[in-house]
């Protein structure tokens, strides 16, 4: 295939967003019977930061993994800066790749782990040794490991060893970064504090950058775009906002954040649900539907204002929020309220009305 | 009072404060039996081995050691296991990875084999390896067409010992091989290392530690190989006198103090190469986990 065929830097100059680089078209692999992955296309900007969220299962690392060069899919395109980047083998690609379990060089110090990329490189192409010791130095610091790099891997905490195999990507000066559930094998403090340092590092370094994860909170927060994969299919991709505003489908709803659902009808831009009337969201589909809302994002009401008729069968506070157990059609509800939006003399007995402030709406489907 | 009555009761098991509290019963009891057990099967013998020879005298031991065919068998037991664990240390290597890295039909037939030199009796050995190296065998005529003197040489011994240390050095690699971190050869190779880099650099110091240790027990199993190079030695006093052999002669001969003596070299020798073998070891393995 001719590299110049396709000037995808030219394609959308009228959105003043950077170029796109990397194009992942109707790429699919399957192991034996199980396909991991079915027909994915999407795409990521240069220097953008993308996040692939899904389930385990969902294919996520597998397309990482082809991204890397470490897969073959069985069909599909993946171009970079315009270029087939399946005919370069990995060596010659310039992927940073981040392993879940860092995959580091147990013998080797930190800084010989830093220099591996730079001291394989053919002897013409190589750096100086001093030009080699400068770099591992920079690359220290800015994963703010100074001092650590005549410690071997086994000397270091996780979250230490998590920026020595960043750093270590890093200096290779890669094309791309990407990252297999950077955060999975950390507890639950060391991780929130490396994200935001991650997004920053992220955007001093100015690498196009996909990361794996099944932390909708991560992805939601660190990436400037989210794809959501189920089943070896993109669900959604779009900016936090939008997948956690307009889900495109109940599982991405479900997936970004707790979800409450009930049946209803959607009939001349009127929604139904049980006794409860109101406008049907824009483009609602037609007839019968599932009903989505956000637990926190509910109104209660006395019994002779609008909502669904619920009957309180818990109340407990936590923190801030009290969360009101209701029972509502015959289901049980887990709803969240605070400050002025709890509902005066709420106990266990009192009936009131629950009003879903921002019900989706989707076609019904049969199964659960 | 018996052993179990002191240990049962708390406060007189504190007297003892270099004893690390367990809660585990039976300590007492259990590092008695593993004493006296270490003591009769092996200190005793070795301890009857080193106040032996000196019935000779000081001087006496020194003639006995200092004689040239005593010399040069100890010369030639530990300088061909040297040579034969070495030799030993890359094809070991070699074969552990064929077998662990590769799928092809034979393979658990191979693999088996491996294990055969550590199986056969080692006389069974010795015959069957004179018999092709002889000069009328099949492998010992076609080097004595080339001038190489294979059976009844030191190149003979070098090849029983390369022979019977080889699973030491295979069977100590392989689980370390089909451990190994599969990630870290991928990471290796998208930071652009290319296959021999990834070997050299990434897969084989990974493997120092036990390759060390295989090559160790081959060297101590080499030292103390009677059976499977007495035949194909010659066994030439001065030549291709292995010293395993001349401690039997000495016995033979009724000098029993002069075996022991002989003895009590080799077991000083061969412990402080283990020792030496060891502390590398344990350098590689403390640079790697620590």
Redesign the interface.
């Known amino acids: 295939m001719p590299e110049n065929s396709l000037p995808t830097a030219d394609t959308d100059p009228a959105k003043g967003a950077s170029p796109l680089s990397l194009e992942i078209s109707g790429v699919s692999k399957s192991f034996g019977r199980f396909p991991a992955l079915n027909g994915v296309s999407l795409q990521a900007r240069d220097k953008e930061f993308l996040a692939l969220l899904g389930p385990s299962g969902s294919g996520k690392t597998t397309l990482l993994r082809v991204l890397a060069g470490l897969e073959r899919p069985d069909a599909g395109e993946v171009r970079f800066d315009g270029e087939d980047f399946l005919s370069i083998p990995v060596r010659r690609r310039k992927v940073g790749m981040v392993f879940q379990h860092y995959a580091l060089f147990r013998h080797m110090t930190v800084a010989q782990n830093i220099a591996f990329g730079l001291s394989v490189r053919p002897r013409r192409e190589r750096p100086s040794k001093s030009d080699v010791a400068d770099r591992v130095a920079d690359l220290l610091k800015l994963v703010q490991l100074e001092g650590l790099g005549g410690r071997f891997p086994a000397q270091l905490s996780g979250g230490q060893r998590q920026r020595v195999a960043l750093a270590r990507a890093l200096a290779i000066e890669p094309r791309m970064l990407l990252l297999d559930e950077p955060f999975g094998a950390l507890d639950a403090q060391v991780r929130r504090e490396l994200r935001r340092w991650l997004r920053d590092l992220h955007d001093r370094a100015g690498v196009t950058t996909v990361f794996v994860t099944h932390d909708q909170e991560e992805a939601l927060d660190l990436a400037d775009r989210v794809a959501i994969l189920k089943d070896g299919t993109l669900r959604q991709l779009g900016t936090p906002n939008e997948v956690y505003e307009n889900p495109a489908d109940p599982f991405v709803y479900d997936f970004l954040g707790a979800a409450c659902r009930l049946p209803g009808v959607v009939e001349d831009g009127r929604l139904t649900v049980a006794d409860w009337e109101t406008k049907a969201p824009k483009d609602a589909p037609q007839g019968r539907v599932d009903v989505f809302f956000r637990p926190n994002e509910v109104m209660f009401a006395p019994l002779d204002g609008a909502g669904l008729a619920a009957e309180v069968t818990a109340v407990a506070a936590r923190g801030p929020d009290v969360r009101i157990e209701c029972l509502i059609e015959g289901k049980t509800f887990e709803l969240e309220a605070r400050g002025p939006g709890i509902p005066s003399g709420v106990a266990p007995g009192l009936s009131l009305r629950v009003k879903p402030l921002r019900p989706k709406v989707y076609p019904a489907r049969v199964d659960a | 009072m018996t052993a179990q009555a002191i240990l049962a009761s708390p406060t007189k098991a504190r007297r003892r404060p270099w004893v690390q509290h367990s809660i585990l019963p039976g300590f007492g009891l259990s590092l008695g039996i593993t004493l006296a057990y270490l003591g009769v099967i092996v200190v005793l013998p070795l301890v009857a081995l080193a106040i032996r020879p000196w019935e000779l005298g000081p001087a006496g031991v020194f003639h006995a050691l200092a004689a040239p065919r005593v010399l040069a068998a100890l010369k030639l037991s530990f300088g061909l296991s040297a040579l034969a664990a070495l030799l030993n240390a890359p094809l070991g290597v070699l074969l552990a990875w064929t077998l662990t890295r590769y799928q092809f039909p034979g393979r658990r037939i191979l693999d088996a084999l491996v294990d055969l030199p550590f199986a056969l009796p080692t006389a069974v050995a010795g015959i069957a390896l004179t018999a092709i190296y002889a000069p009328n065998g099949a492998l010992g005529a076609l080097a004595a067409k080339v001038g190489i003197k294979t059976a009844y040489s030191p190149l003979g011994i070098f090849i029983a010992l390369v022979f019977i240390g080889l699973p030491f050095v295979v069977r100590s690699l392989q689980p370390v091989l089909q451990e190994l971190?599969h990630?870290?050869e991928?990471?290796?190779?998208?930071?652009?290392?290319?296959s021999l880099?990834r070997a050299v650099?990434?897969i084989l110091?990974?493997l120092?530690p036990s390759l060390i240790s295989g090559i160790s027990l081959a060297f101590a199993r080499a030292v103390g190989e009677y059976g499977s190079v007495v035949f194909i030695a010659g066994n030439l006093p001065g030549k291709t006198e292995i010293a395993p052999l001349l401690i039997v002669i000495k016995l033979e001969s009724y000098d029993y103090a002069g075996a022991a003596a002989v003895g009590l070299a080799m077991v000083a020798i061969s412990f402080g190469s283990l020792v030496a073998i060891n502390g590398l070891q344990l350098m590689?393995a403390r640079?790697?986990?620590?």
């Open positions: 971190d990630e870290v991928e990471a290796a190779t998208t930071l652009g290392a290319n880099q650099r990434v110091p990974a120092g590689l640079r790697g986990r620590a």
